[in-house]
């Protein structure tokens, strides 16, 4: 074997080293995030405590298909459905909104706030915050812009995970209400995988919201 093929295997056993470290690494660290928020996340409207307000956390109100058509994202509207099942169930009594409206016609705490008293809920329990660009803003504004720190967040599971974890980080009391999931495709699930990795850079970094106050 020639010196050129064994630094070509050399260099190749080293990648394939670095791969599974990292590999590794993600699988660890999402094994960590879902272990330590477990018992804080409720399935079942009866089970759940209740609590003065709900902050459910933004999403894209409309998403395009594949024949490049707008349609309602079914992530958002099942938030919506579970933030109002709360309600009918006296497990809440009032709502922070929270999303992104950085792009000019986009409004995602708006688009929910419309929405919510389009399904019968008003106006007045709602609460918006605009500055919920990231889960971390929305989870750290919650409580040191709005002075709400004993909360439900309302949720996909994978993103209650998440959430709750930058929540307990900051000595925030929260639980959160899975709303029902989608099928997500192969990119959706990597991506979230990736999203936990650079969270915990995040809070190790002391890294915070970019609208503070």
């Known amino acids: 074997m020639s010196k050129t093929t064994t630094k070509i295997s050399q260099g190749i056993l080293f990648l394939l080293g670095i791969f599974i470290f990292l590999l590794l ?6 094994y960590f995030v879902k272990t330590s ?3 804080q996340i409720f399935d079942s409207v009866s089970a759940i405590p209740a609590r003065e307000y709900a902050v459910v956390l933004g999403t894209a109100r409309e998403l395009k298909n594949s024949q490049e058509e707008f349609e309602y994202n079914p992530f958002y509207m099942n938030r919506l459905n579970a933030a109002k099942d709360l309600y009918d169930a006296k497990k809440v009594r009032k709502f922070l909104l929270t999303g992104s ?22 106006s007045q329990l709602m609460v918006m915050d605009k500055a919920g660009l990231r889960t971390l803003d929305s989870i750290v504004r919650a409580k040191n812009v709005f002075g709400v720190d004993h909360y439900t967040i309302v949720s996909q599971r994978f ?29 959706v699930r990597v991506r979230e995988y990736l999203a936990k990795v650079w969270m ?14």
């Open 159 to 187: 993103h209650c995970e998440r959430a709750l974890f930058i929540a307990n980080f900051y000595d925030i009391d929260a639980i959160c209400y899975a709303a029902e999931d989608v099928n997500q495709s192969l990119t």
């Open 200 to 213: 915990m850079f995040d809070l190790l970094c002391n890294r915070q919201p970019k609208y503070p106050e």
């Open 25 to 30: 690494f993600v699988l660890l660290v999402n």
């Open 37 to 39: 928020v477990k018992g």
């Open 101 to 122: 409206n950085e792009e000019i016609g986009y409004d995602e705490s708006l688009d929910m706030q419309k929405d919510l008293v389009a399904m019968g809920l008003d």
